[in-house]
C-alpha cells in the first residue's frame, strides 16, 4: 500500500501517459510510411535503456519517442537505430 501523496503522483503519470500516447496517435493518423510493429517495438525497447531519454521525449532530437519509433523513415540521432 503506497501513501496518498504517492498515489496522486502515480495517478498524474498516469494521466500524463494518456495525454501523450492520444497526442502520438493523433498525429500519426496524418503520417504515411509507418514502421512495423516489430520494428517500433525493437526501437522503442533501444530507447527504452538509452540516457538521453527523458521520460516520454528524446533529449537529442526532441521528439516524444513514441512517436520517432513509428516512423520508418526516422533513425535514431546517435545512431542506435
Ligand atoms: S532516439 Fe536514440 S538517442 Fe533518442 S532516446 Fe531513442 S535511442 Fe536514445
Redesign the pocket.
Known sequence: MSCFGCEINEQLLKLTDQKVLAEVEEQLLMEINLASDDLRGSRLA??AG?P??QSHT?T??GCY?AF?TSLEIKS???G??
Open positions: 533501444i530507447c538509452c538521453f531519454r528524446c537529442k532530437c519517442v520517432r535514431c540521432s546517435v542506435k537505430w
